[in-house]
């Protein structure tokens, strides 16, 4: 007997929009099993790490990080769709981060040379994948940063630049659009300094072994409920404006951009 079925939205699942994400999943879930599809979970998995979700043998229906996902999980995860948001920052089914430091700072990232830096995890496409790539023309084979903690999470990252125990943090643009509606008041304290280059938005994916027939089913049944008026609300919630539903195979682009960091004597961010 296999694994039994999970699905999770581990991403963007913060506690004030966790009922527009059970949403989103309860009418995907009747869909699926609608289509016939067996052993649906009927409730959204929250007590594994996003880690553990990725890696799971029963894994139906997730949201992954393409750096992570490109690094250690290829071989378990399939690509079903790239997410289109509408926040500032994204176009189509890419997304950048924004580089954010303290309002009242001035200059460039070019000034921002010693200064302290926050990631939210060493293997985060967004919270450092992406600002190794800026910093890497500017560091010139050295290290740039005097020093870089890792947050944990880019609501935290947001916190410390905000709270003055870091300078400069990369945060991707759904999550900061997030922190913007739900901490106004936090976030009112950053600027954006400039944006990182973009890659695909985190794609939806399922287990490696899932059957084609299994992927065409999730395909057909997220097209519906993106186009699902009732589901208005929910999708303007989690700022989910459509998905790609022939997503480009492989995390190339966060592959590339890694790949260019070390041409440039940037290997790690430091």
Same mark, same amino acid.
């Given at each position: 007997m296999g694994a039994e079925r999970i699905a999770a939205l581990p991403m963007y699942d913060f506690p004030q929009v966790r009922d527009a994400h059970d949403a989103f999943w309860t009418a995907l879930a009747g869909r699926l099993t609608a289509a016939g599809l067996p052993?649906?979970?009927?409730?959204?998995?929250?007590?594994?790490?996003?880690?553990?979700?990725?890696?799971?043998?029963?894994?139906?229906? %997730?949201? /992954?990080?393409? +750096?992570?996902?490109a690094k250690s999980f290829a071989d378990v995860v399939r690509v079903i769709a790239t997410p289109r948001y509408s926040v500032p920052g994204c176009e189509g089914g890419n997304y950048r981060s924004a580089i954010v430091v303290r309002r009242e700072a001035t200059g460039s990232l070019a000034d921002f040379r010693g200064r302290r830096c926050v990631v939210s995890e060493m293997d985060s496409n967004s919270g450092m994948n992406l600002l190794r790539?800026?910093?890497?023309?500017? %560091?010139? /084979?050295?290290? +740039?940063?005097?020093?870089?903690?890792?947050?944990?999470?880019?609501?935290?990252?947001?916190?410390m630049v905000a709270s003055g125990e870091a300078d400069v943090a990369a945060v991707d643009c759904v999550s900061l659009a997030h922190l913007g509606r739900l901490y106004p008041g936090v976030v009112a304290k950053l600027r954006v300094l400039s944006w990182t280059a973009a890659s695909p938005s985190l794609p939806l994916i399922t287990a490696r072994s899932a059957g084609d027939s299994t992927v065409r089913v999730l395909r057909s049944a997220l097209a519906e409920v993106l186009a699902d008026d009732t589901l208005a609300l929910v999708r303007a919630r989690l700022f989910l404006a459509g998905v790609?539903?022939?997503?480009?195979?492989?995390?190339?682009?966060?592959?590339r951009l890694e790949r260019a960091a070390v041409a440039q004597g940037y290997p790690t961010i430091c």
């Open positions: 052993d649906v979970p009927q409730e959204l998995t929250r007590d594994l790490g996003h880690l553990d979700v990725w890696r799971h043998p029963g894994l139906l229906f %997730a949201q /992954g990080c393409e +750096y992570p996902l790539a800026a910093v890497a023309p500017l %560091a010139r /084979g050295a290290c +740039y940063f005097a020093s870089v903690a890792v947050s944990g999470s880019h609501s935290h990252s947001v916190e790609d539903l022939q997503p480009v195979e492989g995390f190339g682009e966060v592959l």
